[in-house]
């Protein structure tokens, strides 16, 4: 990383750091008026991560604050200053030109330091792009929001499936989803909460969960036998027809795994579209199906519904989760 201690930045003649979370959340306009000073930074000592300045000593920390005037500051970080006055500027000027200025105040042709590089992918050019991503997945959330509440619980009678988008989806349905986990499940906020009554299949959420999400943990919720999308699921013409196709192994007492598909049932297919069976086996009247997934939206999914769910997941406006359900299949 380079030396961020007493770093001036020419174009805003102030000591401003920006980071690249700071650019990934501005607004168009934002990124617009604060170009040049970005690309003035990049070129010099690079652009950092939030997670690398923490605990730097070179850097300052600066809470969100409200100027006289009413202007609202976000929280930022900037260069510190040593207290040298020849290695540093003042918002009136050069004291003393650091070194990649020349004394004329224009910018020397050659940066002498920019060895920090970006994540791949992660260029100047990059930003305008993600702005425009990050706007669209807002905007999509917002729709789905509305549509997913008002049109397809009530109206298409998708209750699992509006309920599960709201589990991932923060806003005003707040309460309603509260109460449906309740009525149905229960969360478990880590995987290793959930051990002690599902330790035969840790492995496999854990494997599931990297493999979707990137992250080794996420929250989960287990969904009961007489639950709503648990009922649905017992009623549905893919489970009996995996419960047929495995008839025979079933009956010898063997225990079954696989996957589903769910096609004929829009509420299922919405709320899940693909699961994994981690268990089926007989026991006396009724065959106990164990399934999981995790909410998450194929970005190869050609479905535009699918799509606009894609994008605000990317934005990173969707918590991510796993479901478990216990269902109970009546012979």
Same mark, same amino acid.
């Given at each position: 990383?380079?030396?961020?201690?007493?770093?001036?930045?020419?174009?805003?003649?102030?000591?401003?750091?920006?980071?690249?979370?700071?650019?990934?959340?501005?607004?168009?306009?934002?990124?617009?008026?604060?170009?040049?000073?970005?690309?003035?930074?990049?070129?010099?000592?690079?652009?950092?991560?939030?997670?690398?300045?923490?605990?730097?000593?070179?850097?300052?920390?600066?809470?969100?604050?409200?100027?006289? +005037?009413?202007?609202?500051?976000?929280?930022?970080?900037?260069?510190?200053?040593?207290?040298?006055?020849?290695?540093?500027?003042?918002?009136?000027?050069?004291?003393?030109?650091?070194?990649?200025?020349?004394?004329?105040?224009?910018?020397?042709?050659?940066?002498?330091?920019?060895?920090?590089?970006?994540?791949?992918?992660?260029?100047?050019?990059?930003?305008?792009?993600?702005?425009? $991503?990050?706007?669209?997945?807002?905007?999509?959330?917002?729709?789905?929001?509305?549509?997913?509440?008002?049109?397809?619980?009530?109206?298409?009678?998708? +209750?699992?499936?509006?309920?599960?988008?709201?589990?991932?989806?923060?806003?005003?349905?707040?309460?309603?989803?509260?109460?449906?986990?309740?009525?149905?499940?229960?969360?478990?906020?880590?995987?290793?909460?959930?051990?002690?009554?599902?330790?035969?299949?840790?492995?496999?959420?854990?494997?599931?969960?990297?493999?979707?999400?990137?992250?080794?943990?996420?929250?989960?919720?287990?969904?009961? $036998?007489?639950?709503?999308?648990?009922?649905?699921?017992?009623?549905?013409?893919?489970?009996?027809?995996?419960?047929?196709?495995?008839?025979?192994?079933?009956?010898?007492?063997?225990?079954?795994?696989?996957?589903?598909?769910?096609?004929?049932?829009?509420?299922?297919?919405?709320?899940?579209?693909?699961?994994?069976?981690?268990?089926?086996?007989?026991?006396?009247?009724?065959?106990?199906?164990?399934?999981?997934?995790?909410?998450?939206?194929?970005?190869?999914?050609?479905?535009?519904?699918?799509?606009?769910?894609?994008?605000?997941?990317?934005?990173?406006?969707?918590?991510?989760?796993?479901?478990?359900?216990?269902?109970?299949?009546?012979?």
């Amino acid at each position: 990383m380079a030396n961020l201690r007493n770093f001036v930045n020419a174009i805003t003649n102030d000591n401003r750091l920006y980071t690249a979370e700071d650019i990934g959340n501005m607004s168009a306009d934002e990124f617009r008026a604060n170009e040049k000073a970005i690309d003035y930074q990049l070129n010099n000592i690079g652009i950092s991560r939030e997670s690398e300045l923490i605990g730097n000593p070179d850097v300052i920390y600066v809470r969100a604050y409200t100027r006289e +005037d009413g202007t609202k500051v976000k929280a930022h970080y900037r260069s510190k200053r040593d207290g040298v006055i020849s290695n540093n500027k003042t918002i009136y000027g050069y004291i003393s030109a650091p070194h990649n200025i020349e004394s004329t105040g224009k910018l020397k042709s050659r940066p002498t330091h920019n060895n920090y590089q970006l994540q791949p992918r992660a260029t100047i050019d990059d930003y305008p792009q993600g702005i425009e $991503e990050n706007s669209i997945g807002i905007i999509n959330k917002i729709l789905l929001d509305v549509g997913i509440n008002l049109v397809g619980g009530p109206i298409l009678k998708q +209750d699992d499936a509006a309920n599960f988008w709201n589990i991932a989806s923060p806003n005003l349905w707040k309460k309603q989803t509260e109460d449906y986990i309740k009525r149905n499940g229960k969360i478990y906020n880590n995987i290793k909460d959930i051990v002690n009554d599902f330790p035969q299949y840790t492995k496999q959420i854990k494997e599931k969960v990297k493999a979707q999400f990137n992250q080794d943990d996420v929250p989960g919720i287990v969904f009961h $036998e007489n639950s709503s999308v648990a009922q649905a699921i017992s009623k549905s013409q893919e489970l009996n027809d995996f419960i047929y196709k495995n008839a025979n192994a079933l009956k010898s007492g063997k225990n079954v795994t696989g996957s589903l598909g769910f096609t004929s049932d829009s509420n299922l297919h919405n709320a899940f579209g693909k699961v994994d069976i981690l268990s089926a086996k007989l026991k006396g009247k009724y065959i106990d199906v164990i399934l999981l997934d995790t909410y998450d939206f194929n970005p190869n999914e050609r479905n535009w519904k699918v799509q606009m769910g894609y994008s605000a997941q990317k934005a990173g406006l969707l918590n991510p989760y796993y479901t478990i359900v216990k269902c109970r299949y009546k012979r």
